[in-house]
C-alpha cells in the first residue's frame, strides 16, 4: 500500500493532517482492514496529564475507562489531550480523530451492494507502555533523563475501513498545539470537521506527469493519482551496481523468499497463506528514488500508448534478473502515453 501525507497549517495551532491510502496490490485477495496507522502518542516526561473527552464532554483518565485494549470511537468525544501540567494555561497538544460521522450511511452503502469504505465502528486504543515500572524502576521518571525509560503515552485510532486492490481511501483529522483551555475549545469544535471516505480518480480528468529517465531521449507520460486499473511506477537503483531501473515493483532490490507456514490443504486459508512472501527488508540493496505515476495494467482504448519496456530501454528489468521466477509477477510491463 501507498501512503500519502498532506499537512496544513490552519492558524491558532490547528495542524490539519489529510491522509491517502492506495491499495496497489496485484493479487485481488489482498484486502486490508485494520489501518492503524499513523501510530503515536506523546512523552510522558513532557506531557504527563492525559485524558480523552467522553461523548458529554467531560474528561477521563485512560483509568477511568472500560479495562479493554481499545474502545469505539463513539464512546468517546472524538478527541484527547495531553497536558504539561493541569492548569489552563498548561502547553497542552489534542489529536482530534471524531466520532464515525458516515459509519451508518457506510454500513447501509455495504449491505446495498454499493461501493463503501468503512465496514464497522472504527477504535480507540490508549496505554502506557511499562505502566508497572514506573511504581518500580521507573518511580524516578519524572526526574530521571528522558531517554532512560519506555517514556510514552500511546493513543491509535484504528479506522475499521476496508481498503480493496485497486482502491483508494481518505482519512482526515487534526491536532491542535495551545494551552489547555484553548485546545479543549478548539477540539470540540473540530470533530464533526473530521472526515473520510473512498476515493476514485477518473483517467479523464487525471493530469498527466510528463516522464524523461535519467539518460533517456525519449519521454513518456504517466497519470498522477491511481486511476483504477493502474499501478505505480517506480525508479529505484541498485547500491550494489549504481543501476536505475523503472518497475512496479517497490521491493525489486529486497532479497524475499515464500513462507510455509504448514497449513493442509484442508485448511479454508491455505491457498491465501500458501502465497506467502517475506521480506528481508534489513538486507535491502534499494535506493528508492521517486514515485514517478501511475501506468494503467490494460491498453486504452484511446490516444497514443506504448509498453513501458519499449520506453524504458534497458531501465526495464527483464524476467532473467530476478533471482527466482515468481518475483517478478511483481514487476508487470503497464502502458504509458507517449
Known amino acids: 500500500i501507498l501512503y500519502y501525507c498532506q499537512v496544513h497549517d490552519l492558524g491558532d495551532g490547528i495542524i490539519e493532517l489529510t491522509w491517502v491510502v492506495h491499495n496497489f496490490s496485484i493479487r485481488k485477495d489482498i484486502v486490508f482492514e485494520h489501518l492503524n496507522a499513523p501510530w503515536g502518542g506523546t512523552r510522558v516526561s513532557r506531557l504527563p496529564y ?28 472524538g478527541w484527547n489531550i495531553s497536558c504539561a501540567n493541569q492548569r489552563d494555561d498548561s502547553p497542552s497538544l489534542a489529536l482530534v480523530f ?17 461501493p463503501y469504505c468503512q465496514y464497522r465502528e472504527s477504535l480507540y486504543r490508549d496505554w502506557r507502555p511499562g505502566k508497572s515500572s514506573y511504581k518500580t524502576a521507573w518511580k524516578d521518571w519524572q526526574t530521571r533523563p528522558g531517554n532512560t525509560f519506555r517514556n510514552y503515552d500511546v493513543a491509535v485510532i484504528v479506522p475499521k475501513f476496508r481498503l480493496a486492490p485497486g482502491t483508494s481511501i ?17 477540539a470540540k469544535r473540530l470533530v464533526s470537521e473530521v472526515d473520510y471516505g473512498l476515493l476514485q480518480f477518473s483517467a479523464n480528468s487525471t493530469p498527466m506527469i510528463k ?4 539518460g533517456g531521449s525519449r519521454s513518456f507520460e504517466l497519470y498522477a493519482y491511481p486511476v483504477r486499473g493502474s499501478l505505480p511506477v517506480f525508479l529505484i537503483e541498485d547500491t550494489r551496481t ?18 510455509n507456514f504448514g497449513l493442509p490443504q484442508s485448511h479454508p486459508l ?11 527488508i534489513d538486507r535491502h540493496h534499494a535506493r528508492w528514488k521517486h514515485l514517478l505515476g501511475f501506468a494503467p495494467v490494460r491498453k486504452p482504448a484511446q490516444g497514443r500508448w506504448e509498453k513501458l519496456s519499449r ?21 508487470v510491463d503497464v502502458w504509458c502515453k507517449f
Not at 481518505?170 to 498545539?177: A, C, Q, T
Not at 516522464?211 to 535519467?214: E, I, K, N, Y
Not at 525489486?252 to 513462507?259: A, C, D, R, T, Y
Not at 530501454?313 to 511483481?330: K, L
Open 242 to 259: 549504481g543501476k536505475q531501473v523503472v518497475t512496479t515493483d517497490p521491493y525489486i532490490f529486497v532479497p524475499k523468499e515464500k513462507l
Open 311 to 331: 520506453l524504458a530501454g534497458n531501465m526495464f528489468p527483464s524476467r532473467s534478473e530476478y533471482e527466482v521466477d515468481w518475483a517478478a509477477d511483481y514487476h
Open 170 to 186: 481518505w482519512y482526515r483529522s487534526f491536532l491542535v498545539v495551545n494551552r489547555k483551555d484553548r485546545a479543549i475549545q478548539l
Open 98 to 114: 471524531g466520532r464515525d460521522k458516515h459509519l451508518e450511511e457506510e454500513l447501509r452503502k455495504m449491505k446495498q451492494g454499493k
Open 211 to 214: 516522464v524523461t529517465l535519467p
Open 50 to 77: 492525559h485524558y480523552i473527552a467522553m461523548p458529554d464532554g467531560t474528561l477521563k483518565t485512560r483509568e477511568e475507562l472500560p479495562k479493554t485494549s481499545s474502545i469505539s470511537v463513539r464512546k468517546t468525544g
Open 270 to 280: 491455505h491457498d491465501y497463506y500458501n502465497r506467502a512472501i517475506g521480506y528481508s
